[in-house]
């Protein structure tokens, strides 16, 4: 294929571009707060585990001293029956009974009030348990927006970057032989996004392979617009006064 040297060089700009676009298109998927969003997640399950545990246990304590406080009100009331029939009735019999239920239901009462206030002690220690989680929970979340803002953020700049990348690139290959383009685009799949290289100091920029002999005789032999390939890595070689052939 026959070309101008302007045009081949032309090419180089066009690859430039190329390569920009994979290194910017890499970016977004290696953004450090990607990584970072991870591991947040992981500590955001580790926490609602926590919180689930420590919800739970607070859940068990308070359905427990529901339950102490609903004894302790029967008991109450029954205390309070048992008084109000020693206090009306005449007859000494019943009045003994009812002095002796009663020294049972203080005792069972003061039983309760201590179990109860031994609950009470475990429900602020639940509580202050499930305060520290909850802080723990909203400092975690704070973390994860920024990351998420930060990782927005770095992908709006980097989807900007990308469609002007791709606009140069549409302007630049508008200005190559259509054909010649689609001998780039062929060799750039087939080289996987290495198409053209320059060739500077008889190496090609594209694998560092350095021509010698046969190869080296064919470049300086070859037409300046001739489309020459590296031998090695089959990228198109542009020559420029850098070539040193």
Known sequence: MKA?????????????????????THQTSSLPQLSELTLLQREADAVRAKMTREGGALDDVR??????????????????????????????????????ELTALRKRLFDLEEIEIAVMERLEEHEASVAVVVAEREALAARILAAETARDESLEDLDRQLGELRRDRVTVAATIDEELVALYEKRRVTGRGNAAALLRARTCNGCTMTLTGNDLAEVRQAAADEVLFCPDCGAILVRTDESGI
């Open 63 to 100: 359905t427990e001293l529901g339950r102490i406080e609903s004894d302790v009100a029967v008991v109450e009331k029954r205390i309070a029956r048992d008084t109000d029939r020693a206090q009306h009735t005449s007859s000494i019999k019943d009045v003994q009974a009812l002095e002796t």
């Open 4 to 24: 101008s040297p302007l045009q081949q060089k032309e090419l180089l700009r066009l690859q430039a571009l190329d390569i920009k676009v994979v290194q910017v």
